[in-house]
């Protein structure tokens, strides 16, 4: 077994170091380019922004949070170290981006708690340590940034944002529209180029971008669809919550390998329903 690092743990390469938050951008003189999207016919739209991460910096915050959240998630992150979280990546990626900035702001008080909060339309934003953990589980044995990940249901764009300081390029789908636009609203102030929202039906997948070098659900079925696993590279994992042969929905792990499937099954999760079709 791997000791546990001591927190803080050790950071990623310096090369590949962000700044201490991911924050919304400064509003710049230049225009922006248009918000790209594609709905009906799922196409990648990404989040318009010129900048890296690496140049996003921290900005005032008037969020009842006060001046600087970063200390309240520090405090967070240093809970999810101690929870068992341990990949680096992981842990940078919930350091810098702000939950709160993603929650109703009657919530905001909230936002750095363990707890999963409501997004609207009957859905949830995960606790963070189910994200982390999930993340990391998608994340085990990459040496580096994943490559292109694929998540099943945007919700409110938060794991988005985490996704997109672990992996090069994330496509995330949504089958719900009212979230889909709430997702791209929340985002659009990151900047993230490397972040795609797609209205779709996830149950499909997204074949257009795959191979992917990791697929993670945020809502779980009674099975997980053939079609993520075709869209699976080799040597990818997927996460998804699904309904196990004892009835109950657990966090099961599948590892595409030359010759098949490994596949895992974890913990008892609570997640919302995957549904086909687009509402
Ligand atoms: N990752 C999200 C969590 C959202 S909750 C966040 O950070 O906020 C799970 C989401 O999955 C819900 O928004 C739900 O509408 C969506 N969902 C369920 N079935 C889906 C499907 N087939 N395709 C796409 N999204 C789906």
Not at 202 to 217: D, E, H, N, Q
């Amino acid at each position: 077994m791997k000791p546990r690092p001591s927190f803080p743990a050790k950071l990623p390469p310096a090369g590949d170091r962000s700044a201490a938050t991911l924050s919304p951008k400064p509003v710049q003189a230049s225009p922006r380019p248009p918000a790209g999207q594609v709905a009906h016919n799922a196409q990648p739209s990404a989040v318009p922004g010129p900048g890296r991460l690496a140049a996003v910096s921290a900005m005032p915050m008037s969020s009842g949070l006060g001046l600087d959240s970063s200390a309240v998630r520090a405090r967070m992150v240093a809970k999810l170290a101690e929870q068992g979280v341990q990949d680096p990546w992981v842990l940078q990626a919930m350091g810098q981006v702000e939950r709160h900035r993603f929650v109703e702001s009657a919530l905001v008080g909230q936002a750095y708690e363990d707890t999963s909060l409501p997004i609207g339309l009957g859905q949830t934003i995960s606790k963070p340590n189910v994200v982390a953990r999930m993340i990391e589980l998608l994340r085990q044995d990459a040496p580096g940034k994943l490559g292109r990940v694929l998540e099943i249901g945007t919700g409110c764009g938060y794991q988005a944002a985490v996704l997109s300081c672990v992996a090069s390029e994330v496509y995330s789908i949504e089958r719900l529209r009212g979230l889909h636009e709430k997702a791209k609203k929340n985002l659009l102030p990151f900047r993230l180029p490397n972040v795609h929202l797609m209205l779709g039906d996830g149950m499909l997948g997204f074949p257009k971008g795959a191979p992917y070098a990791g697929i993670i659900s945020a809502a779980g079925g009674e099975d997980v669809p053939s079609v993520w696993l075709e869209q699976l590279a080799e040597g990818a994992r997927l996460v998804a919550p699904t309904v196990t042969s004892s009835g109950q929905q657990a966090l099961v792990v599948i590892r595409k390998t030359a010759s098949g499937f490994d596949r895992q099954v974890l913990e008892a999760v609570h997640f919302v329903p995957l549904k086909s079709g687009i509402a």
